[in-house]
């Protein structure tokens, strides 16, 4: 079993494809062979991003945001709890 980010995930706590528990692992974000910091949501199957637009936010102070379309990739930046807890040992 690998241990793949979910195809759609969102930062935003009102999107339906928030989730915290992934997100406190942090996602890493490639797009168009450059790596995102900036990304709030983001689809895999379908190849886009979003991203905030600056400091400019609606009338209700969410964030605006523009939709790229591109190739997506991303990966988990910490392993889930458990994983990889193995200790190494010396038998010298």
Known sequence: ?????????SSNPRSPFFDEEKLARGI?????????????????S???IRVAL??????KGN????????PVEAWYE??????GDAVAVDES
């Not at 079993?1 to 995930?9: E, F, K």
């Not at 974000?29 to 895999?44: A, N, P, T």
């Open 1 to 9: 079993m690998t241990d793949t980010p979910p195809d759609r995930l």
């Open 28 to 44: 890493g974000i490639r797009f168009k062979e450059r790596e995102r910091h900036d990304v709030e949501e983001y689809c895999l």
């Open 46 to 48: 379908e190849g886009w």
């Open 54 to 59: 600056g400091k400019k936010v609606d009338r």
């Open 63 to 70: 964030p605006l945001t523009i939709k790229y379309s591109g």
């Open 78 to 83: 910490r392993p889930a709890d458990g994983a």
